[in-house]
């Protein structure tokens, strides 16, 4: 039987109506990868991506920017949890470590980043990026790449 090849990288442009059947395909590209880091300039749709991931992943519970928290525990509905960061506040990398960021992503569980550009030297080798860039208003243009 041959063996089905792993789309490596994607480019998309989307609007909002398009978000779903986005976050399912980004999903199903991210299989195997559990730390998923979420690039983009304030305004980009990073926290709207990660809901959208989320609600794709059966998560019910409200999913929120964990801005001032720094992370977040979601619920998937066999109660696996699901982390969500955002690093925009941090200091320095130090505070990321002592939270147990590396923990976090050793765990196994999905971990989506936001801002990891705060973080460089804990990111593992394996992980999933999701680039994102405003096109207009109502267009966004999203990139992702297995590493």
Not at 35 to 53: N, P, Y
Request: hydrophobic share 40%.
């Amino acid at each position: 039987m041959p063996e089905i090849a792993t789309l490596e990288a994607m480019d998309k442009i989307f609007g909002l109506s398009e978000l779903e059947d986005i976050s399912k395909e980004v999903i199903a590209a991210a299989m195997g990868l559990n730390v998923w880091l979420l690039h983009g300039e304030i305004g980009a749709g990073k926290t709207t991506f990660v809901k959208a991931i989320c609600h794709s992943l059966g998560i019910e519970s409200t999913v929120a920017s964990p801005s001032y928290s720094i992370i977040n525990e979601y619920k998937l509905s066999k109660g696996t949890p699901v982390f969500h960061f955002d690093f925009y506040r941090l200091k320095n990398e130090t505070e990321a470590y002592d939270i147990g960021t590396n923990e976090y992503f050793e765990s196994g569980h999905l971990c989506l980043v936001e801002w990891p550009e705060k973080i460089p030297s804990l990111i593992p080798m394996h992980h999933f990026s999701i680039h994102l860039a405003i096109n207009d208003p109502q267009r966004r243009t999203l990139h992702y790449v297995r590493h």
